[in-house]
Structure formats: C-alpha cells, structure tokens
C-alpha cells in the first residue's frame, strides 16, 4: 500500500498542525504548553515548543499514522506524525522536554517510545525539566487514566483504592508516566 503525504501548512503550537488541506492536526501522547488564548495565558516554554514543531514540519511532507480514535472532541484529527527520513515528531518533541508524555486510551501504539522519550528528556534535564522546580505537595495518581490530582480535588476523591497511587513530589509522577489532570492541577509547568 502507498503511503500518504500531507504538506504542512501551519504551525499552530507545539503539538499541532494544520494541514494543506485545512485539516487540524493534533499530535498523539504528547502535550505541548499552551500558547496564549483569549481566555488562557500563555505556559512557560510555549514558544519554544512551537519554535521546535515549526523547524521540524513547517512547509515539510508528513506522514500521518491513526489510531482508534481518530479525531478529538475538537474535531482535530490525532495521528502520530512521521517526516520523510522517518523521525516520529510526537517523540522527538517528548525527548526534546517540550511536551509531556500523555497517556490516553485507545490510542496506545507508540505508547512506550513516548515514555522512553520523556525519560530521556527528564535525565538530560531537556526543555521544561531543565530548571525544575518543585513545591512541597502529595499528589494522587490514577493507575487506570495515568492522571495525577492534588488531593482535595473531585475527581482525586474518586480514585478508588486499587487504583490510586501517591507521589510526594510531580517529578515523580511524570517519570512514572502519569499527566497532570487539569481540573485540578493548575501549575503543568514547573519552569522557572
């Protein structure tokens, strides 16, 4: 079977894409700081981020591969995103400390590369894990969605026994795979 390349037209941020087409492109198991919204700040590291995405795929072919799910409740399409000489983009900006490893079910494929690629980032002190800065918390992960909530949020009260985990500091729990839920985890980025 031929495979499929895509131009891409835009950079939108660090994790997405758009297109020759117009199609929104969101990368799979990695999330980016956000860059400024009308309603959002911008994250520390967001423009480096996109820096690195748009040196990476701007004005470049690109392969996109699926996954069961195929489009977030956005619309955008999620892919895991190839260049010509086969770099795997999500993983590159994971092992570049520009995004943070993002496990989210069904979409599971390259689950491992992206793991490894943010340990990797995290033991070179890469991007946002070069100054990191911790505040004294316990956190409390969910085995089964690999989020991690400070304890009096909702959702952490939730968690049923089994399945909770506590970390003493968010390093911690990024280097055991888990996010940072964001109902309750305000402060992702812990970059001076």
């Not at 993983?91 to 570049?96: D, E, G, K, S, V």
């Not at 949020?153 to 968690?159: S, T």
């Not at 280097?175 to 305000?186: L, R």
């Amino acid at each position: 079977m031929a495979e499929t390349w895509y131009h891409v037209r835009w950079v939108d941020d660090g994790d997405t894409i758009v297109l020759q087409d117009g199609r929104r492109v969101r990368y799979i198991g990695i999330n980016a700081p956000e860059i400024e919204h009308e309603d959002r700040k911008a994250e520390p590291l967001c423009n480096e981020a996109k820096s690195l995405n748009k040196r990476l795929v701007y004005q470049k072919k690109v392969r996109l591969e699926f996954d069961q799910d195929k489009q977030d409740q956005y619309g955008r399409w999620l892919a895991y995103v190839f260049i010509e000489d086969g770099t795997l983009i999500n993983a590159r900006i994971l092992a570049q400390g520009y995004a943070f490893y993002l496990y989210r079910r069904p979409n599971l494929t390259y689950n491992s590369v992206f793991f490894n690629s943010q340990r990797k980032a995290m033991s070179g002190k890469k991007g946002m894990w070069q100054k990191w800065r911790e505040q004294n918390a316990i956190y409390l992960g969910n085995k089964r969605s690999r989020r991690f909530h400070l304890p009096a949020c909702p959702f952490a009260k939730k968690i049923k026994s089994s399945n909770r985990i506590v970390f003493s500091k968010k390093w911690d729990a990024f280097w055991a795979g888990y996010a940072p839920a964001k109902k309750c985890v305000e402060e992702y980025w812990s970059y001076e």
